[in-house]
Structures are given as C-alpha cells and as structure tokens.
Nanobody
Framework: QEQVAESGGGLVQPGGSVRLSCAAS????????ITWHRQAPGKERELVARILDTGTSTYYLDSVKGRFSMSRDNAKNTVYLQMNNLNPEDTAVYYCGVVEKGTSRVFWGQGTQVTVSS
C-alpha cells in the first residue's frame, strides 16, 4: 500500500531555514516524480518544486528560486526540501505529492505546517 509522509515543519524566524522530508513507501520510488506543494490560509494550493526520477529538479516557483532546493535519496525513498531565507509569505502547509510512473496517479501526504514568524 502506498504511503507518503512529510516531516520537518515547525515555527521558524524570518531569515531562518528548515528542511522538510518526504518519505514514501509502496512505490518503485526511483521511477517516481515528486512534487512539493503548499497551501496558505485562504489561498489555493500551489506547486513549489518538482524533481524528476533522475534527480533533476525541473521546476521552482519563482518566489522561492534561489532560496529553496529540492533533492532526493532513492536509497532511502526520501525527498527533501531545503528552505532558506524564509519569510512570512512562505507560511503554509507543505504537501508532498508522489506521481506514480505509468498511471500518473498522485499520492499525497498529510502535510506539514511551516510558520515563519518572529
């Protein structure tokens, strides 16, 4: 059974850093595309970053370019989102999405809250 679980969120001060993790099971992980989305209160969910099965990061939201970095460790079935120089506008629930190769079904985790505040 497919499972996706995010971790690593919390309260961080403006200018600070946090690393989110996304652990997936039940997949042939090395063949999946992984996305990070976020949803702030009152706003729609938006795509923040995406990484291909090859490890190439293909997309970053303009507002996070140069501050966020996505990577994957296929041996650990885990993807990371390193977030630096955070600002209050980054406050949101961050969701990891695992796109299954072949079917293109997307499996979501429960999300992890990131709050940027002094």
């Amino acid at each position: 059974q497919e499972q996706v679980a995010e971790s690593g969120g919390g309260l961080v001060q403006p200018g600070g850093s946090v690393r989110l993790s996304c652990a997936a099971s039940g997949f042939t992980f090395s063949t999946t595309v992984i996305t990070w989305h976020r949803q702030a209160p009152g706003k729609e969910r938006e795509l923040v970053a995406r990484i291909l099965d090859t490890g190439t990061s293909t997309y970053y939201l303009d507002s996070v370019k140069g501050r966020f970095s996505m990577s994957r460790d296929n041996a650990k079935n885990t993807v990371y989102l390193q977030m630096n120089n955070l600002n209050p506008e980054d406050t949101a629930v961050y969701y990891c999405g695992v796109v299954e190769k072949g079917t293109s079904r997307v499996f979501w985790g429960q999300g992890t809250q990131v709050t940027v505040s002094s």
